[in-house]
């Protein structure tokens, strides 16, 4: 009788789902994951994970299901699909500008979690706990969706799906409701290495593995200087790097299109707008600390591989030679050389800071030297 009342649940579940738009959902068990613990301590011992903290902070409690729900019995794993490029040039040339990733160009984690809370709130109606989460430390998503069967994991370290291929993202419920399980896929990537080829830095290099220190969406993410040898391959990126998914051929004639021009930032406008505005505007991304000197430090890199000469890139570059952060002014310096503004180096010759300094230092300016 009890399996049959799981069953019933698990059906009452997945018709939620369906109707509420939701990939899933499928059922693992509450076993620790031990295997990607073990990944992620390897990780961040060999210095691939760079400074990524979330599920690399505290690998023990993220790959315990314990930790996000105690007694917890079952995991849901679900995912949300988000258009990708159409496939089809624009007669219309879109305006150049920083490129923001397309995971990122709405606020679709926002949208999962309102999703998930309504599914959720089925379990806590029939007298089980549920917990909603969604890109947060407390589990490893990845994990749970290739355990569950939701899809497998692809060369480019995302979860694939047959209709969607990499353009998902994750969510999961955790709860006290004995649930049937279902069976993770006997899948892989093969010979294909489309993504890697693909990856601008070599990031992919090796197999089912990444290498943030190379990986152009974290950096972009990451606080402080970006660094200076992987600038040329930023390009116009603000924020994230669809390369290894546009490139990725697994759901590429049904996955979602986004038929509308893509949404850019132009670097100029927003460099000359206000922190509260910045904040206000880019408040559905992560930007660590919420701190706007970063946005503008993405901006800046944006502008200075733009090829943009006007006044009012001009007036932006001066404006952010004399601001407060030294990881704002420094990048500012980077990209006045870029565009050609030398006689803009004046406003911070005397500029004491290491990082501005080392940024002169490349351009042929000497230290400052103290009296």
């Not at 200075?304 to 310096?333: I, K, M, P, Y």
Request: proline residues 5%.
């Amino acid at each position: 009788m009890g399996r049959l009342a799981d069953q019933q649940l698990t059906n009452a579940l997945s018709l939620i789902s369906s109707e509420v738009g939701l990939i899933g959902p499928r059922v693992c068990s509450v076993d620790v994951f031990e295997f990607e613990r073990a990944q992620i301590e390897l990780a961040k011992e060999v210095g691939r994970s760079s400074t990524m903290a979330f599920t690399f902070n505290k690998p023990a409690r993220s790959a315990d299901p314990n930790s996000a729900l105690e007694d917890a019995r079952s995991i849901l794993s679900f995912a949300i699909a988000y258009p990708g490029p159409s496939g089809e040039s624009s007669s219309e040339p879109s305006p150049p500008g920083g490129e923001i990733a397309y995971y990122a160009k709405e606020d679709f984690y926002g949208e999962i979690r309102r999703r998930l809370s309504v599914v959720a709130e089925v379990l806590k109606a029939r007298g089980y706990r549920a917990r909603v989460a969604v890109d947060e430390n407390h589990a490893i998503d990845k994990a749970i969706a290739r355990r569950s069967g939701l899809g497998w994991m692809g060369k480019n370290t995302l979860i694939l799906t047959n209709i969607t291929g990499p353009f998902v993202l994750l969510g999961e419920i955790f709860t006290d409701a004995e649930l049937v399980q279902s069976e993770p896929l006997k899948k892989g990537c093969g010979t294909c290495d489309k993504c890697q080829v693909s990856c601008p830095t070599g990031a992919l290099d090796e197999d089912y593995l990444l290498d943030a220190r190379l990986c152009l969406s974290w950096l972009l993410q990451k606080q402080g200087p970006f660094p200076h040898e992987l600038r040329g391959y930023l390009g116009l990126r603000f924020y994230g790097c669809d390369e290894c998914l546009t490139s990725c051929p697994v759901g590429k004639k049904t996955r979602l299109r986004r038929e509308s021009t893509a949404l850019t930032v132009d670097p100029i406008f927003w460099l000359l707008r206000s922190d509260l505005e910045l904040i206000e505007h880019f408040s559905y991304m992560y930007i660590p600390k919420r701190d706007p000197s970063h946005l503008r430090r993405n901006l800046l890199l944006v502008l200075g591989n733009s090829g943009c000469q006007t006044d009012e890139a001009r007036e932006a570059l001066t404006t952010h030679l004399g601001h407060f952060s030294n990881v704002v002014r420094s990048t500012a310096v980077w990209a006045a050389s870029e565009l050609g503004f030398s006689d803009l180096f004046a406003l911070v010759e005397a500029d004491r800071d290491e990082l501005v300094r080392q940024e002169l230092a490349r351009i042929g300016i000497a230290p400052f030297a103290s009296d």
